[in-house]
């Protein structure tokens, strides 16, 4: 907002000024502006833009002034370098706010989308109207539609991407705060009650999708307690949690479902899907070392059950719910403990359940 005004302001005082400052600098302002407006949505969004690339593409828009001031070309070359480098500005902070939509979803989002967009289409129309047609008529200083309209609309996108991004800010701190309420402090992952409400989401929004779940249990972990320490098991529940989440996509949920027990879901997947994942993550946590204290390090086993999602009519008579699938997955971790843990078994499908049920 200061770039914007104080560069205008530079501009319409011209005849009282030095052209360096009415001309050079009041330009250089107003390139200023849209590179700021990128990165503070960049960092509003934790989004990497390299400053190289936007030094590089003021420069672009400053190409064009610096030639008028130095070796005296056309004003023309200088308004068409500065709105179409603006309009090369304003589509990436577009694009920004356009990935992060999430954050925001709402009625505001949607304005300040439609301002930067129409900001950036009159940019891009005035440059060209400077390069191939009557550079005069869209000189700041013209008194014609062009340069009135652009005025106007430097003036609706300050105002509106200020307010737009305050309100994006609110909105981030609440997700955010809304996402830290539905994790476990300690590890992480989904709380129980996030991640069912999560799956039943599923299962209401897309109740033909074929998922798997994964039981997990850190085995025998009242000994390490024991043995450690309440803050060497806390160690050692981080660390499986880290493990697991490493070894998902992000679109699958992960929650902390007990003490020690821990449970994924796997979207769109099927019981080989769940059988790779339940064996590698057995297989991984039999590698790991976890430092307990000082001058102490121990190992951890991991036994796991998983189960696959009935979808199919004849099969199952509908799809599974996701507490079926969950009591599945369940029955299986059990099986694998009483075998002697550190493994992972297949729960039984669900039609053969359903068989044993009616004898």
């Known amino acids: 907002m200061g770039c ?3 560069g205008f302001l530079l501009l319409f005082f011209r005849e009282k ?12 302002l107003i390139m200023g502006m849209p590179v700021l407006c990128l990165h503070a949505f960049s960092e509003l969004f934790a989004t990497t833009v390299s400053r190289k ?10 190409s064009g002034v610096l030639s008028t001031y130095f070796f005296d070309t056309p004003k023309q070359f200088a308004i068409c370098s500065i709105s179409w480098a603006i309009t090369l500005i304003l589509a990436k902070v577009y694009a920004v706010i356009q990935r992060n939509r999430r954050f925001c979803a709402t009625s505001m989002l949607a304005l300040v989308k439609l301002v930067i967009g129409g900001m950036a289409l009159a940019l891009l129309l005035r440059g060209a109207i400077s390069l191939f047609g009557d550079g005069a008529m869209v000189a700041p200083t013209a008194r014609s539609l062009p340069p009135i309209g652009a005025l106007f609309m430097f003036g609706l996108f300050v105002i509106v991407s200020s307010m737009g991004f305050f309100y994006m800010v609110h909105e981030r701190q609440r997700f955010e705060e809304l996402e830290s309420a539905r994790r476990d402090d300690l590890t992480g992952l989904l709380t129980r009650k996030a991640f069912f409400e999560m799956a039943l989401g599923i299962d209401l929004l897309v109740p033909a999708e074929a998922y798997a779940v994964v039981m997990i249990d850190i085995d025998r972990f009242k000994s390490i307690n024991d043995a450690f320490g309440h803050s060497g ?3 050692i529940l981080a660390h499986a949690a880290r493990m697991m989440v490493n070894l998902i996509r992000i679109k699958d949920l992960a929650g902390r479902y007990g003490g020690d027990e821990f449970c994924i879901l796997l979207r769109e997947s099927s019981e080989a899907d769940a059988a790779i994942l339940a064996h590698r993550m057995v297989n991984e946590a039999m590698q790991q070392m976890v430092r307990v204290r000082d001058d102490q390090n121990s190992g951890f086993t991991l036994t796991a059950g998983y189960a696959a999602r009935c979808v199919g009519l004849d099969r199952c008579g509908g799809a599974e719910s ?3 699938v969950l009591e599945r997955a369940d029955q299986a971790l059990y099986l694998a403990k009483r075998a002697g843990r550190n493994q992972a078994i297949a729960a039984l499908p669900a039609r053969e359940i359903a068989a044993l049920m009616g004898k």
Request: charge should be neutral.
């Open 4 to 6: 914007i005004g104080f």
């Open 17 to 28: 000024l030095p052209w360096v400052v009415s001309f050079l600098l009041a330009n250089g």
């Open 53 to 62: 690339t936007s030094a590089f593409i003021w420069l672009l828009g400053m």
């Open 233 to 235: 098991g806390d160690k």
């Open 322 to 324: 996701i507490n079926a």
